[in-house]
């Protein structure tokens, strides 16, 4: 087997203290590769963990931001947990998500996005059938055993709890619904859900876009004000 | 005999004079002798403390005697002096060689070794030295390891240019250890600065000549996997510790071990510390290969604390007697030549001082007239004990061997032990015979054990290279093939006598090594008379 002629990047051509002032302390990283022994999608298109924060240090932006890879790094924070040098690692890779031209991110997430940000949830789902769905699977679960008392709060004031909705679990997980209701039922908690911009998954987060990340949070702020519920639960 | 009180300390530079120092801050008189190598002028510029006679531009020509009554003789510009010291510690300096045949680049004013560059950097500006803008690439350990205290060295130089110059600065290095002190802070500081650090395994990078005198480096960064191409506009190269130059002759007139390198430790487990084959002979900072400033300083304290030691008597257990019956002595000179500790004085008689004794029984052991006794050794009293056993129960069916293992007490002995303690049992007809030394045993004790009915005799001894004497171990395994042409001489089979090697902690293979010898004579079968 012949190998090609390697193509070199020359030291000249970088500057290599580009991402100097970066926070997540790349520049610590001991290459022991802990990181990518721990991270799901290791080795997938080439790219690992450890090349990141290298190409990084380096300062060699253009050899990543393009790339498939950070956008299928599914941010489980892996890699961060078990560096023993602290380097933010999914913060980074968050980062180099946010330097991609909105327009270039992957296509579902575009579109999601877009959704959220014009509807209050990604899949552009109109309220009538959101809460349809919900009341729906509730009279469902009151057929089982025990749970003939069972019933949802939509937008109730006041409550302990009020919870964010993946939008999955209104399209195709709607069997999901039932194992954490009845969980709830069983504590007899107090919980409702808001009927307007009730989606938890924020691709404002996902794809590194701060600004629609504060307006999606802001949303679910207000929602917590309107209904005066006392605690969040954002299970993200 | 006389004990004298002075220390000799042999060196040019920064350590001897910690030695020194040391040894004047707890009461003891040194001698100092600097070496006729012409910068120990440079290096020592202050006065030393009292009670350090400092004998400048001298260096150690001749020494007789042992420990606590060395005969030294100097010679300082032509003229011979004799001193008596009790105890002799070699501080002499490291030399450093520059390393450019590791990487295939020859000196030129574009590649230039860590001391050259340190040294103008004392003198002149920084900036003066180093182009602005300039690329740096610092050659640090490629093949092989770079010492510490070099890579030490280079990271710090590395961290001033890349902070203090407007150089832009990268560090390539096969491995990057940060295991002295301030290491790993000097290289995440250089990292912070800016300065890019390459470390690349096995693939070692390639390096080509520029037109301009400047040299292009290939290398390939693992982490990325990608291919990286640089112009160094200097290169500055690492350096190996070295024996100084005049260890050879110092090692020669002490009789010293050096080590394969040429320092003055042979490379075995019990040369502890500053320790050297001969008692009250130390060895320190550059001629044990330590290195680095706070290394050397640190190790002149430790040698002043064990020359302390020994000059107080405080260094070893007890001493045993070894008595050399004059009756029977016929100055052959056997155990002149056999001692691995230069113990032995041969005039006016031939005696064994007790000071540089260190108790191996290699002189008992090959004294042709059995002329030298040593107290307390308790092999030949074992060997009686053997022949004294009645009604053996090994003379039994089937025939289990009686065997005899000779052991010296610092491997074979406590193997022993170990298998002991970890509930291993040999099996019956085994009795072992405990010796000082692999070198202890005569062919005359292996003979007898055969003489007391042993079916088979097993001698067991420290490793090659890592005997206490040095030499004991090898005795040993001439020995038992010495033993094994007499038996066969005698039509016994030679295989009955083996010779094997283990250390302390093997007691499972202790244990192993008996059992396989204990199948093999019984196959064998009982010797026969």
């Given at each position: 087997?012949t190998n090609p002629?390697p193509?070199?990047?020359?030291?000249?051509?970088?500057?290599?203290?580009?991402?100097k002032?970066?926070?997540?302390?790349?520049?610590?990283?001991?290459?022991c590769g802990?990181?990518?022994?721990?991270?799901p999608v290791?080795?997938m298109?080439?790219?690992?963990?450890r090349?990141?924060?290298?190409?990084?240090?380096?300062?060699?932006?253009?050899?990543?931001?393009?790339e498939?890879?950070?956008?299928?790094?599914?941010?489980?924070?892996k890699c961060?947990?078990?560096?023993?040098?602290?380097?933010?690692?999914?913060?980074?890779?968050r980062?180099?998500?946010?330097?991609?031209?909105?327009?270039?991110?992957?296509?579902i997430?575009?579109?999601?996005?877009?959704?959220?940000?014009?509807?209050g949830?990604?899949?552009?789902?109109?309220?009538?059938d959101?809460v349809?769905?919900?009341?729906?699977?509730a009279?469902?679960?009151?057929e089982?055993?025990?749970?003939k008392?069972?019933?949802?709060?939509?937008?109730?004031?006041?409550?302990?709890?009020?919870t964010?909705?993946h939008n999955?679990l209104?399209?195709?997980?709607?069997?999901?619904?039932?194992?954490?209701?009845?969980?709830?039922?069983?504590?007899?908690?107090?919980?409702t859900?808001?009927?307007?911009?009730?989606?938890g998954?924020?691709?404002?987060?996902?794809?590194g876009d701060?600004?629609?990340?504060?307006?999606?949070?802001?949303?679910?702020v207000?929602?917590?004000?309107r209904?005066?519920?006392k605690t969040?639960?954002?299970?993200? | 005999?006389?004990i004298?009180?002075?220390?000799?300390?042999?060196?040019?530079?920064?350590?001897?004079?910690?030695?020194?120092?040391n040894?004047?801050?707890?009461?003891?008189?040194?001698?100092?002798?600097?070496?006729?190598?012409?910068?120990?002028?440079?290096?020592?510029?202050l006065?030393p403390?009292?009670?350090?006679?400092?004998v400048?531009?001298?260096?150690?020509?001749g020494?007789q005697?042992?420990?606590?009554s060395?005969?030294i003789i100097?010679?300082?510009?032509?003229?011979?002096?004799?001193?008596?010291?009790?105890?002799?510690?070699v501080?002499?300096?490291?030399?450093y060689?520059?390393?450019f045949?590791?990487?295939?680049?020859?000196?030129s004013?574009?590649?230039?070794?860590?001391s050259?560059?340190?040294?103008?950097?004392?003198?002149?500006?920084?900036?003066?030295l180093?182009?602005?803008?300039?690329?740096?690439?610092?050659?640090?350990?490629?093949?092989?390891?770079?010492?510490?205290?070099?890579a030490?060295?280079?990271l710090?130089?590395?961290l001033?240019?890349q902070?203090?110059?407007?150089?832009r600065?990268?560090?390539?290095?096969?491995?990057?250890?940060?295991?002295?002190?301030?290491?790993e802070?000097?290289c995440?500081a250089?990292k912070?600065?800016?300065?890019?650090?390459?470390?690349?395994?096995?693939?070692?990078?390639?390096?080509?000549m520029?037109?301009?005198?400047?040299?292009?480096?290939?290398?390939?960064?693992?982490?990325?996997?990608?291919?990286?191409?640089?112009?160094?506009?200097?290169?500055?190269?690492?350096?190996t510790?070295?024996?100084?130059?005049?260890l050879?002759g110092?090692?020669?007139?002490?009789?010293?071990?050096r080590?394969?390198?040429?320092?003055l430790?042979?490379?075995?487990?019990?040369r502890?510390?500053?320790?050297?084959?001969?008692?009250?002979v130390?060895?320190?900072?550059?001629?044990?290969?330590?290195?680095?400033a706070?290394?050397?300083?640190?190790?002149?304290?430790?040698?002043?604390?064990?020359?302390?030691?020994f000059l107080a008597?405080?260094?070893?257990?007890?001493?045993?007697?070894?008595?050399?019956?004059?009756?029977?002595?016929?100055?052959?000179?056997?155990?002149?030549?056999l001692?691995p500790?230069?113990?032995?004085?041969?005039s006016?008689?031939?005696?064994?001082?007790?000071?540089?004794?260190q108790?191996?029984?290699l002189?008992?052991?090959?004294?042709?007239?059995?002329?030298?006794?040593?107290?307390?050794?308790?092999?030949?009293?074992?060997?009686?004990?053997l022949?004294?056993?009645?009604?053996?129960p090994?003379?039994?069916?089937?025939?289990?061997?009686?065997?005899?293992?000779?052991?010296?007490?610092r491997?074979?002995?406590?193997?022993?032990?170990?298998?002991?303690?970890?509930?291993?049992?040999?099996?019956?007809?085994?009795?072992?015979?405990?010796?000082?030394?692999?070198?202890s045993?005569?062919?005359?004790?292996?003979l007898?054990?055969?003489?007391?009915d042993?079916?088979?005799?097993?001698?067991?001894?420290c490793?090659e290279g890592?005997?206490?004497?040095?030499t004991?171990t090898?005795?040993a395994?001439?020995?038992?093939a010495?033993?094994?042409?007499?038996?066969?001489?005698a039509g016994?089979?030679?295989q009955r006598?083996?010779?094997?090697?283990?250390?302390?902690s093997?007691?499972?293979e202790?244990?192993?090594?008996?059992?396989?010898?204990?199948?093999?004579?019984?196959?064998?079968?009982?010797?026969?008379?």
């Amino acid at each position: 087997m012949t190998n090609p002629t390697p193509s070199f990047v020359r030291l000249e051509d970088l500057d290599a203290g580009l991402c100097k002032h970066w926070p997540y302390a790349q520049d610590v990283c001991l290459t022991c590769g802990m990181c990518s022994g721990a991270c799901p999608v290791a080795g997938m298109n080439d790219f690992d963990p450890r090349k990141v924060v290298r190409l990084v240090s380096m300062g060699m932006l253009n050899w990543i931001v393009g790339e498939r890879w950070p956008w299928i790094c599914t941010m489980c924070g892996k890699c961060e947990q078990v560096c023993p040098m602290g380097i933010d690692i999914a913060d980074m890779m968050r980062a180099i998500r946010a330097l991609r031209d909105r327009v270039k991110i992957p296509g579902i997430l575009q579109d999601g996005l877009a959704n959220a940000l014009r509807t209050g949830n990604n899949l552009a789902l109109p309220k009538e059938d959101f809460v349809f769905i919900l009341e729906d699977v509730a009279e469902e679960m009151t057929e089982e055993p025990g749970l003939k008392d069972f019933s949802i709060a939509i937008d109730k004031p006041g409550a302990n709890i009020l919870t964010t909705i993946h939008n999955k679990l209104v399209n195709t997980h709607t069997e999901d619904l039932k194992h954490w209701w009845k969980i709830f039922h069983a504590a007899g908690e107090d919980w409702t859900i808001a009927s307007d911009n009730w989606e938890g998954t924020s691709w404002g987060y996902f794809t590194g876009d701060d600004e629609a990340m504060k307006i999606m949070a802001g949303r679910i702020v207000d929602n917590m004000r309107r209904l005066k519920a006392k605690t969040l639960l954002w299970p993200e | 005999m006389t004990i004298y009180s002075e220390t000799l300390v042999i060196g040019s530079g920064p350590c001897a004079s910690h030695v020194a120092d040391n040894l004047a801050e707890q009461g003891i008189g040194v001698t100092w002798v600097t070496g006729n190598v012409t910068d120990a002028v440079n290096t020592i510029a202050l006065q030393p403390p009292a009670r350090v006679n400092r004998v400048q531009g001298s260096a150690l020509v001749g020494c007789q005697g042992q420990a606590g009554s060395f005969r030294i003789i100097l010679d300082q510009g032509g003229v011979r002096t004799a001193h008596g010291v009790a105890s002799i510690i070699v501080a002499e300096e490291a030399l450093y060689l520059p390393n450019f045949s590791e990487y295939g680049l020859q000196a030129s004013r574009r590649v230039v070794t860590l001391s050259a560059i340190e040294a103008k950097a004392r003198d002149v500006a920084l900036e003066s030295l180093i182009p602005p803008e300039a690329r740096v690439v610092f050659l640090n350990g490629w093949r092989r390891d770079s010492h510490p205290a070099i890579a030490a060295r280079m990271l710090a130089f590395c961290l001033r240019l890349q902070k203090i110059s407007t150089a832009r600065t990268v560090f390539m290095t096969g491995n990057l250890k940060v295991s002295m002190d301030h290491m790993e802070a000097c290289c995440q500081a250089a990292k912070a600065a800016g300065a890019i650090f390459v470390k690349f395994g096995d693939r070692v990078p390639r390096m080509a000549m520029l037109d301009d005198t400047r040299v292009q480096i290939d290398y390939h960064d693992e982490t990325s996997g990608m291919d990286f191409r640089v112009s160094a506009d200097l290169v500055i190269v690492d350096e190996t510790v070295h024996a100084h130059p005049s260890l050879a002759g110092i090692a020669e007139i002490l009789r010293l071990e050096r080590d394969a390198t040429g320092f003055l430790q042979a490379d075995n487990v019990h040369r502890l510390s500053n320790s050297t084959n001969r008692r009250g002979v130390f060895v320190a900072g550059g001629s044990r290969a330590v290195a680095g400033a706070e290394q050397q300083k640190a190790d002149a304290g430790q040698v002043a604390l064990q020359v302390v030691e020994f000059l107080a008597g405080r260094d070893r257990e007890s001493l045993r007697t070894v008595d050399i019956d004059q009756g029977r002595c016929a100055r052959c000179l056997t155990c002149y030549r056999l001692c691995p500790y230069m113990a032995i004085d041969i005039s006016p008689r031939m005696t064994v001082v007790a000071q540089a004794c260190q108790s191996c029984g290699l002189c008992a052991a090959g004294c042709p007239n059995q002329a030298i006794r040593m107290s307390d050794a308790g092999v030949p009293e074992a060997i009686e004990a053997l022949s004294r056993i009645e009604g053996n129960p090994a003379r039994s069916v089937p025939f289990t061997p009686r065997l005899a293992i000779f052991g010296c007490n610092r491997s074979a002995a406590l193997a022993r032990e170990a298998a002991f303690a970890l509930g291993h049992k040999l099996s019956a007809g085994v009795t072992f015979v405990e010796g000082l030394c692999g070198g202890s045993f005569s062919v005359n004790h292996l003979l007898k054990a055969f003489e007391a009915d042993a079916d088979g005799v097993l001698l067991l001894s420290c490793h090659e290279g890592n005997c206490h004497s040095g030499t004991g171990t090898s005795h040993a395994r001439k020995r038992c093939a010495e033993a094994a042409k007499a038996l066969s001489w005698a039509g016994v089979e030679p295989q009955r006598i083996h010779y094997g090697t283990l250390s302390a902690s093997m007691g499972c293979e202790f244990v192993q090594v008996v059992d396989d010898f204990v199948t093999r004579i019984a196959a064998l079968g009982p010797l026969t008379r």
